[in-house]
């Protein structure tokens, strides 16, 4: 059986203490932008830097979440911020992360590789005078 192919489509830290889901690419200093940091990293105070949310929830739901956590020995908080912490994990990673078979990867690359002569529309575009040079 093959194995899939992950392509990454951006950086997504997901694991806590550095360690990351997905292989990241860090920028050298030619690809920053003009004035950016040279490190995008957190500083370690930054880190360490903790907040609060404040809900307001139904009794109901408030009493499922209690159930649900004292199943699996957890507290309210740790409970809610790794659930949390889960769901937007999934819902960063459905944005930026898809997997090919190597059939359907191929077909990908080729596509990338080989894009569709401009047409008609596109050519009138380009050869349009942009707003802002107007």
Do not use: C, Y
Not at 16 to 23: A, E, I, R
Not at 53 to 60: C, K, S, V
Not at 112 to 123: E, M, S, W
Request: aromatic share 4%; charged share 20%.
């Amino acid at each position: 059986m093959t194995r899939p192919i992950t392509i990454r489509i951006d950086n997504v830290h997901t694991l806590p203490n550095n360690v990351q889901m997905v292989k990241s690419h860090s920028p050298t200093l030619a690809e920053l932008p003009p004035g950016a940091p040279a490190s995008t990293e957190p500083s370690p105070s930054s880190a360490e830097v903790k907040g609060s949310i404040n809900l307001r929830i139904e009794a109901q739901t408030r009493q499922l979440i209690d159930d649900a956590a004292a199943v699996l020995g957890k507290t309210r908080t740790e409970f809610m911020i790794e659930s949390a912490r889960a769901l937007a994990i999934d819902v960063l990673l459905d944005q930026r992360l898809f997997v090919l078979d190597p059939a359907r990867f191929d077909a990908f690359v080729h596509a990338l590789d080989n894009p569709p002569a401009p047409g008609p529309k596109l050519r009138a575009l380009l050869g349009r005078v942009p707003a802002w040079k107007a």
